[in-house]
T-cell receptor, first 110, second 113 residues
Framework: ELKVEQNPLFLSMQEGKNYTIYCNYS?????LYWYRQDPGKSLESLFV?????AVKQEGRLMASLDTKARLSTLHITAAVHDLSATYFC??????????FGTGTLLAVQP | DTEVTQTPKHLVMGMTNKKSLKCEQHMGHRAMYWYKQKAKKPPELMFVYSYEKLSINESVPSRFSPECPNSSLLNLHLHALQPEDSALYLC????????????FGQGTRLTVV
């Protein structure tokens, strides 16, 4: 059964610093997604990663995928307060089952 | 158009009421999902429809009844809910074959009183 683990659960960062969120999944997955969620809001799609070695970047966020290690990372460069949110990874398993990781609450402090 | 539209945005219902949540997309996506999300938790998968057929039911209580009338619409019928069913209900869609994004609607904030 597909399980997705994410760490850390909570990340307090200073503005201008770099950090990485990790996402591990337990079985072969066809796609790996990253989402952002602001308090009380829905999920905003950030990235979809499809193949081994895939890397995508948007602004200060960069996501990568290693299918052999079943690991995806979301790297934050020079954090700013606007990036404060909860970040989820999700893996797509068999029969279109889309399973979410536990989420990482990111708080960027001035 | 990359929108998934959910109605209503907010719903308050009594434990004896019957109500329905609606979800609509026009992206040609043939996989549609219902998720339940409690505060400070990840979305929890409830149902998946693939090509208008129910493909996954994650042991959801029968007081939740999904329906997919056509490839653009997804409903969730609610009956005799409990206060612990209060949550944000999210609809999502994706294409099973085209390896593209999965988009979420804005959600319905449900309160059961």
């Amino acid at each position: 059964e597909l399980k997705v683990e994410q760490n850390p659960l909570f990340l307090s960062m200073q503005e201008g610093k770099n950090y990485t969120i990790y996402c591990n999944y337990s079985t072969t997955s066809d796609r790996l997604y990253w989402y952002r969620q602001d308090p009380g809001k829905s999920l905003e799609s950030l990235f979809v990663l499809l193949s081994n070695g895939a890397v995508k970047q948007e602004g200060r966020l960069m996501a990568s995928l290693d299918t052999k290690a079943r690991l995806s990372t979301l790297h934050i460069t020079a954090a700013v307060h606007d990036l404060s949110a909860t970040y989820f990874c999700a893996a797509l398993g068999a029969t279109n089952k889309l399973i979410f990781g536990t989420g990482t609450l990111l708080a960027v402090q001035p | 158009d990359t929108e998934v539209t959910q109605t209503p945005k907010h719903l308050v219902m009594g434990m004896t009421n019957k109500k329905s949540l609606k979800c609509e997309q026009h992206m040609g996506h043939r996989a549609m999902y219902w998720y339940k999300q409690k505060a400070k938790k990840p979305p929890e998968l409830m149902f998946v429809y693939s090509y208008e057929k129910l493909s996954i039911n994650e042991s959801v209580p029968s007081r939740f009844s999904p329906e997919c009338p056509n490839s653009s619409l997804l409903n969730l019928h609610l009956h005799a809910l409990q206060p612990e069913d209060s949550a944000l209900y999210l609809c999502a869609s994706s294409h099973p074959l085209r390896r593209t994004e999965a988009f979420f609607g804005q959600g319905t904030r449900l309160t059961v009183v």
